[in-house]
């Protein structure tokens, strides 16, 4: 697994390029073409599993980021959106076949990323095959879906609403135009070339009615299709990357399908030869042009990260600031999160460093240890020798830990146990001690709307529609605990009152600062977290207020991953922050 920036030099693409065993010309380059949105999230593991299976098998693999996702360069609100993509693919394509040297490709594709390939195929004549996984056939439909999860979002947060046309889905941003560009493509209603052969696999058990006529619509443009059921789909596309499961028997029907293509033969072969040869991205936050590098290290070079500095290098002295997984989320973050702080924070003169603990995202797990394991403390490790290679790699040895949820959590015991940690951000933070049989999937934001029943604040919210209030009769059972817990906090107000046990957490917080590390912890108004600040630090964090190199913040609005509005918000307090802290 080679990671690879590649593509025009003004829009820079990144993805990653898995060659196959030198032995002869390769039948097929293989290109996947990734889902758009949220939805790119849940497939992200298996597609990299899929990769790994296809260049075992002799067919060199390319995954990648279209322009404004992902790691590449651009915006997601960058006009063109749908032009941009489709040029992507066509780079993706021309990319595999100069590194491979195959003369032919295979295309395979996720929801839109299938709608995608097909339209790029019927454009070129150098595809041998195309696999549609859950296709996007009729855009308008997916168009309307998006835009009724964006209206059920906005009733559940009024903060930064879209006002222009434009939706926020899942923490995505999609414009008035890609909207319409989206709602535009009909797969049933042009002639579609997609090569010789296709295999569409359904999304559900049964094949829908719509993906039979595309089987039939295809076919009799020249292809040989078969379709498939039972395809695993639903549960790869689980909407927390961390319940998603790989589905392997559909990756072996794949690879099998994919390995009934004919060899080709002709021209010279050069092995893992061609493409473009940057090291660098270049991308550009706030009018500063930034170059971001990938960076594979670590024992066994198993894990991943990707550097973004200012102008090539950060100014002074400054720590490096290292982006830590949000729950199983991959380097981007939740939204593509991490990529848009890395890039405005670096804007700002701070080399940033968003990487995958081992069994996440892109980076291996260590020998023996599972992946997809969230809250260990074995990855503690990881962020060390991130800390470690980055020493080498820039001019500081100080580092600034920004994390969310589960990344607060690797955050904070990074920090007690390593010297080198100048400054932590914990944002959301589910959890701060972690034993055997506790959950590991925050439940804590649905348990707000019961802890603030008795409050005022609640009701005004709810006639402006802020709150939904049928989520409170969802949760009757957290209703009935919180009023039991609320008397018993009655009774305990009527009793002289004794100084407060001082928890681990607070100890070790308290000697954090005192030894000059800046701890900065920001949480929505309705996040579960609060509780567990509560219980460990008073409420609101009172027991540590005013305390030196401490801060506390409560962002208005804002959800457990700050999505929207909340975002730039969230960027205001980093920035604040470290120009406090690290100026």
Same mark, same amino acid.
């Given at each position: 697994m080679v990671p690879i920036i590649?593509?025009?030099?003004?829009?820079?693409?990144?993805?990653?390029?898995?060659?196959?065993?030198?032995?002869?010309?390769?039948?097929?380059?293989?290109v996947l073409c990734s889902p758009i949105g949220y939805e790119v999230m849940g497939v992200h593991r298996t597609y990299r599993h899929l990769a790994d299976r296809l260049s075992a098998r002799g067919f060199p693999t390319l995954r990648f980021d279209?322009?404004?996702?992902?790691?590449?360069a651009g915006e997601s609100d960058d006009p063109g959106r749908m032009r941009a993509w489709l040029a992507s693919v066509h780079a993706a394509i021309d990319e595999a076949r100069a590194r491979s040297g195959a003369l032919r490709v295979a295309l395979l594709g996720v929801r839109f990323g299938a709608t995608l390939a097909m339209l790029v195929a019927a454009e070129r004549t150098d595809i041998e095959c195309l696999i549609a996984w859950a296709p996007v056939i009729r855009g308008r439909t997916y168009s309307r879906e998006m835009v009724a999860f964006h209206l059920v979002q906005s009733r559940r947060a009024a903060a930064g609403r879209p006002t222009d046309g434009s939706a926020q889905v899942g923490g995505y941003h999609f414009s008035r135009e890609t909207l319409a560009d989206i709602a535009a493509v009909d797969l049933l209603a042009h002639p579609t070339r997609v090569g010789a052969r296709m295999l569409l696999l359904s999304q559900s058990d049964v094949a829908k009615e719509e993906e039979t006529q595309l089987a039939t619509h295809v076919k009799a443009h020249g292809a040989d299709v078969r379709l498939?059921?039972?395809?695993?789909?639903?549960?790869?596309?689980?909407?927390?990357?961390?319940?998603?499961?790989?589905?392997?028997?559909?990756?072996d029907l794949v690879v099998g399908w994919i390995g009934e293509a004919p060899r080709s033969e002709g021209a010279s072969y050069a092995p893992n030869g061609g493409g473009s040869r940057a090291s660098a991205l270049t991308s550009v936050a706030g009018g500063a042009t930034l170059s971001e590098r990938p960076i594979v290290f670590g024992e066994a070079e198993r894990l991943f990260g990707i550097l973004t500095e200012p102008d090539g290098h950060a100014s002074g002295n400054r720590p490096v600031l290292c982006f830590l997984n949000s729950g199983a989320d991959h380097h981007v973050g939740p939204h593509r999160l991490y990529v848009e702080l890395a890039r405005q924070l670096a804007s700002c003169g701070y080399a940033t460093f968003r990487f995958d603990v081992g069994g996440l995202g892109d980076s291996r797990a260590a020998p023996g240890e599972p992946e997809n394991l969230l809250y260990a403390m074995k990855s503690v490790a990881d962020v060390r020798s991130a800390m470690t290679m980055l020493g080498h790699e820039t001019t500081s040895q100080r580092f600034v830990l920004i994390g969310v949820c589960?990344?607060? /959590? &690797?955050?904070?015991? @990074?920090?007690?146990?390593?010297?080198?940690?100048?400054?932590?951000?914990?944002?959301?933070?589910?959890?701060?001690?972690?034993?055997?049989?506790?959950?590991?999937?925050?439940?804590?934001?649905?348990?707000?709307?019961?802890?603030?029943?008795l409050e005022g604040r609640l009701w005004g919210r709810a006639?402006?529609?802020?709150?939904d209030m049928r989520r409170l009769v969802k949760f009757p059972s957290e209703g009935a605990r919180w009023y039991a817990d609320k008397?018993?906090?009655?009774?305990?107000?009527?009793?002289?009152?004794?100084?407060?046990?001082?928890?681990?957490?607070?100890?070790?917080?308290?000697?954090?600062?005192?030894?000059?590390?800046?701890?900065l912890f920001v949480l929505g108004d309705d996040d579960g977290?609060?509780?567990?600040?509560?219980? /460990? &630090?008073?409420?609101? @964090?009172?027991?540590?207020?005013g305390h030196k190199n401490f801060a506390y913040e409560i962002v208005e609005g804002a959800e457990h991953t700050f999505a929207g509005a909340s975002e730039q918000k969230l960027v205001d307090i980093l920035v604040s922050y470290l120009s406090a802290h690290f100026p």
């Open positions: 590649f593509g025009p030099e003004d829009r820079r693409l990144f993805g990653f390029y898995h060659p196959a065993p030198v032995v002869a010309r390769p039948p097929l380059a293989v279209y322009d404004g996702t992902g790691d590449s498939a059921t039972r395809t695993g789909y639903r549960k790869m596309m689980r909407d927390d990357p961390y319940d998603s499961i790989v589905p392997f028997d559909t990756l589960a990344g607060a /959590y &690797l955050a904070y015991h @990074a920090a007690v146990q390593d010297p080198r940690v100048a400054g932590q951000v914990l944002i959301s933070p589910y959890a701060f001690e972690m034993k055997e049989g506790d959950t590991i999937k925050p439940v804590l934001p649905d348990r707000s709307y019961a802890r603030t029943l006639l402006r529609g802020r709150i008397g018993l906090a009655l009774l305990r107000d009527r009793i002289p009152k004794r100084r407060p046990r001082v928890t681990e957490v607070e100890r070790q917080v308290r000697a954090m600062c005192d030894r000059g590390l800046a701890s977290g609060r509780d567990l600040i509560a219980k /460990y &630090l008073g409420d609101n @964090a009172c027991r540590l207020q």
